[in-house]
């Protein structure tokens, strides 16, 4: 018996590797498994070597394995493609109509299945995906009416005769795998999973539910990849709660939009990727300007201009920071797991309407897309801080305007919605005085100027930084942001039965940068590494700028639009000791 494996299935872009996946890991997540996914996928909507790659364990996992156990191929390019993962004994099971090949050198044992003959005598080959399925299914000696049970959820909607004949795919591609086989591989039996109840989504899903909870109830977008997931979550959820979704003509218009909801009082979001956000930089200048509170997510991927649409990066950050013209407030939160884009998301609504800027929410391809078995989420942990706002502006004298913009020892001034009595200004993406009155006074302006950027001294940001750090004094400090928390734990760990000591701290807050924070921590290191998935090292030149340590840090950096392996930073990490 053994406590995890992984599973790969492999084909061409619109041929079902995507509905086999999800239904193998629903079955899987069903039984009580932790499960991390992995999708590598063409920027088209059919044709294309696509793979999903799933860790299955009995503990809780957030990285992707290095090596491969069981490899489903639909062709003969997904084994030529993904064999060399195949770890030593491992299997392929693919269909026998490409007449399957391993090539040489690969250590693994072939299970030709006729999967495309089976389904087409079943009646379409179109139901060769759950033929494959099953085979995989039966040799991991797994209970077979759980599967079922997963097909049904599948294909319920199209009628039981479909439901029927989908299962009796299941089952010939089981029998056939077995009688191969001689029964399951003894050595590809899993452990019992531990039975507790687990979550299991993307992070563009947890996002979505994370905005409903925090009251969000319009969204204004435009689809782009890989944020398009949030709209169509949110396309079924909002109106359940009396809020819509908008697709816009474009980003300009989505993010406009969505300051003119939040000015009229309703929590209002957006979603792109990085051209999107390139897009939106003058908008994000008139939130700014304006005091009005915003809230963007920005799933990154690979860059720039059209790049890698559909590829990991962690390339936007220095975007996010400092995009758009002149200087005002905003605030940059990066989630680090799925129970993190659902409570930041409720998080950076609260922010944005306490210090009425524009909050970012800054995710990766890999955590927005990657599929992840998560903690049941903790509804007792919401709470909703909508800051300043009043229902009732105070009397005014005969012509006197409400000082939407008055000077504060915070900085953040009371709000008042459309249509309040007494609580009428101008507004203006001028420059202007505490009315909203456009000013170009030398005093006002730098007054106005200290106000905003001022307001976010005392920002207090959920878990800024997030630290594992059992030792005082540790060889290496490894530092990371976004999806790469669970592959530096698994490097840890073997960088810790070789002897090395490590301490691993996750960048949460990415600006206003957490300097203080992070001081102790680099002070103590000997060595530090920053590990990011782009060219120009941006995580670690805010770190050297903010925090210092120059001569500490060491940058390790991916950008082939990947994610890191553990093997990856487990080989750089050890080449510093």
């Not at 399951?184 to 039996?189: I, S």
């Not at 730098?446 to 950027?453: E, G, S, T």
């Not at 670690?540 to 950008?559: E, H, P, R, T």
């Amino acid at each position: 018996m053994i406590s995890q494996l992984s599973w790969k299935i492999g084909g061409q872009q619109g041929e079902g590797v995507e509905s086999t996946d999800r239904i193998f890991s629903t079955a899987l997540n069903r039984l009580g498994y932790y499960l991390y996914g992995y999708r590598h996928f063409s920027s088209r909507i059919k044709g294309g070597h696509t793979n999903n790659k799933i860790r299955i364990s009995t503990k809780p996992i957030r990285a992707i394995s290095d090596d491969l156990d069981i490899l489903v191929a639909f062709d003969q390019e997904s084994i030529d493609l993904n064999a060399k993962e195949l770890r030593a004994g491992g299997v392929v099971v693919a269909d026998a109509k490409f007449n399957p090949v391993i090539p040489e050198g690969v250590d693994a044992r072939l299970f030709a299945v006729p999967i495309t003959k089976i389904a087409e005598e079943l009646g379409t080959s179109l139901m060769k995906n759950m033929v494959a399925s099953g085979a995989s299914w039966a040799l991991l000696g797994l209970p077979l009416e759980v599967f079922n049970k997963a097909v049904e959820e599948e294909f319920g909607r199209k009628g039981p005769a479909v439901v029927e004949k989908n299962i009796e795919a299941v089952k010939h591609g089981a029998e056939f795998v077995l009688e191969q086989a001689g029964g399951p591989l003894d050595a590809f039996k899993l452990d019992e999973a531990d039975g507790e109840q687990k979550l299991f989504m993307i992070g563009n899903e947890a996002i979505g539910l994370g905005c409903v909870a925090a009251g969000c109830r319009l969204m204004s977008a435009y689809p782009i990849t890989p944020a398009s997931e949030i709209m169509e979550y949110l396309i079924k959820k909002l109106p359940k709660f009396g809020g819509t979704v908008v697709q816009t003509e474009d980003e300009i218009a989505a993010v406009t939009m969505a300051i003119g909801a939040n000015y009229a009082g309703v929590r209002t979001m957006t979603a792109s990727a990085g051209p999107g956000l390139s897009l939106m930089m003058e908008a994000i200048g008139l939130a700014g300007m304006t005091e009005t509170p915003l809230v963007i997510v920005n799933t990154q991927r690979g860059g720039p201009s059209t790049g890698l649409p559909t590829k990991q990066e962690q390339s936007d950050l220095n975007a996010m920071v400092y995009g758009t013209h002149g200087e005002i407030p905003k605030i940059v939160i990066a989630p680090a797991s799925i129970e993190d884009c659902f409570y930041d998301m409720i998080e950076a609504f609260n922010l944005a309407e306490q210090y009425q800027v524009p909050v970012i929410v800054m995710t990766d391809l890999q955590l927005s897309l990657g599929k992840q078995s998560c903690d049941v989420l903790d509804l007792n942990k919401i709470q909703i801080n909508r800051g300043k706002l009043v229902t009732e502006a105070p009397e005014l004298a005969q012509h006197e305007l409400f000082k939407r913009y008055e000077f504060t020892e915070d900085g953040v001034s009371q709000r008042v919605l459309p249509g309040v009595k007494n609580g009428i200004h101008h507004v203006t993406g001028v420059e202007h005085d505490e009315t909203g009155r456009p000013s170009e006074s030398a005093i006002n302006r730098q007054r106005m100027m200290d106000k905003r950027l001022n307001k976010l001294n005392n920002l207090q940001v959920r878990e800024a930084i997030r630290v594992d750090a059992p030792h005082a004094e540790p060889e290496l400090l490894i530092i990371g942001m976004g999806s790469t928390g669970g592959t530096i734990d698994q490097a840890r760990a073997w960088l810790g039965e070789d002897g090395v000591t490590t301490n691993h701290i996750t960048v949460r807050q990415i600006h206003p940068f957490p300097t203080e924070q992070l001081f102790p921590y680099l002070q103590a290191a000997k060595k530090v590494v920053v590990l990011e998935n782009n060219a120009t090292a941006q995580l670690a030149g805010q770190i050297k700028m903010n925090v210092g340590f120059a001569d500490k840090i060491n940058s390790q950096l991916k950008y082939d639009g990947n994610p890191f392996l553990p093997s990856e930073v487990y080989q750089a990490c050890k080449e510093l000791v």
